[in-house]
């Protein structure tokens, strides 16, 4: 192995450790609340919304051509989707029975399901650059980390009661789920 070799394996498994610590941080803790209730908070949309909106007018100053980013159109519409749908709901557009429901309901889905993924892989790869070094093993070993993760965070909301009480969830200022065990006392 040469020294070349050595370094750029080096390089790859940085790239690796890296996105393995930093794509399950952001994912397990929606998912653990999800778990909990049942439902992503709007605190979560929020930052979803904030970080797309920042990172779509950080790339409106960066010419499509910059190597650290290359951001183009139709990954700026992405980024725009959690506006469209802030927009739509403050409108008003999502009445059981108003005509454009539908498009909210469409603009929410397109958010859940496009954004966030693609807003990890901008933040990533702003973070990391390298991340394209990483081999095809790696990424799909990536992936997993990240599935099994979140499955963790949300099995863990679901569960929560088994290891957290009501008081570890008042004292941490979060609502108090229903089915949580109460402190025991007698200590």
Known sequence: MTQKDDDE????????????????????????????????FFTYLFYVWIAATAALLASLFIPLETPLLKLPWGGRFILALPTVWLLLDIFEAYRPNAPGAWALWMVTLASAFLTFPYLLHVAIVTVVPD???????????????????????FMLGRNHFLFLTCDNFKVGGHDIPANCRKAETGY
């Open 131 to 153: 991340i394209d070094r990483l081999n095809t093993k790696l990424r799909v070993a990536l992936l997993v980390i990240v599935l099994v993760m979140a499955t963790s965070g």
């Open 9 to 40: 394996g080096r390089a790859e498994a940085k790239v690796f450790v890296i996105s393995a610590i930093a794509l399950p941080a952001a994912t397990a803790n929606a998912a653990f609340w999800y778990g909990v209730f049942g439902q992503i």
